[in-house]
Each structure stands twice: as C-alpha cells, then as structure tokens.
C-alpha cells in the first residue's frame, strides 16, 4: 500500500486543521492506520491510531480532547482532525499503516509510511 498525506499548513494558535491520509494499491481498511509527529531534533511520536473497522480509537496524553481520527466514508481515506491546535504541535506528521492488531503506539510496528506533512503552528 502506498500511503499520502496532505493537509498541513501554517495556523494560528487555538487554530484546527484536518490532515488527510489517502491509500493506494491495497485496501485501506485491512490496515490499522496510525498518526505519527516529528518535531526537529525529536523522535517520532505516537499522536493517535484507528482500528481497521474503526471501532477503536487511540491518543496520546498530548493530544487528548483536541484531535480526532476517524475513516472516510470511501474507505480509503483516514483523517486527523486537530483542533485547539498549540505551538507544541508543531511538527512534521505522518501517517502510517500496520498488519498488527490491537493497540500499536510504536513507529516500528508500522511498516508502511507516507511522505509527511509540515503542520506550523504559530504562537
């Protein structure tokens, strides 16, 4: 499966954006989807991941209350709706699809990654 992320873009602080996570070249939903950041000089974070049927829904502590993932209608389509959005929150994001199963917050557990996308947000 071949991953794109798009979205990302320059926000005021208490600001939203909505990332998009498009799939190509296999069927989304047999992946769990993950959401990763990456902040110079910095690891890359877990920020929240979905279950293949979405019936499952994970965050970070960080990001708790102010982003949503959630699957598109078309199936091939995962989405990070980020509100209330902090300079802390800036970063380049991720997404990324894994073969396990049950809650996986590590990159390692996800074998295939899309490009990133810039999200700044300004203090």
């Known amino acids: 499966v071949q991953l794109q992320a798009c979205g990302g873009g320059l926000v005021q602080a208490g600001g939203s954006l909505r990332l998009s996570c498009t799939a190509s070249g296999d069927t989304f939903n047999t992946y769990i989807v993950g959401w990763f950041r990456q902040a110079p000089g910095k690891e890359r974070d877990f920020v929240a991941s979905?279950?293949?049927?979405?019936?499952?829904?994970y965050y970070a502590d960080s990001v708790k209350g102010r982003f949503t993932i959630s699957r598109g209608s078309a199936k091939n389509t995962v989405y990070l709706q980020m509100n209330s959005l902090k300079s802390e929150d800036t970063a380049v994001y991720y997404c990324?699809?894994?073969?396990?199963?049950?809650?996986?917050?590590?990159?390692?557990?996800?074998?295939?990654w899309g490009q990133g996308t810039q999200v700044t947000v300004s203090s």
């Open positions: 979905i279950s293949r049927a979405a019936s499952y829904t």
């Open positions: 990324a699809g894994s073969t396990y199963y049950g809650r996986r917050d590590y990159a390692r557990d996800y074998a295939y």
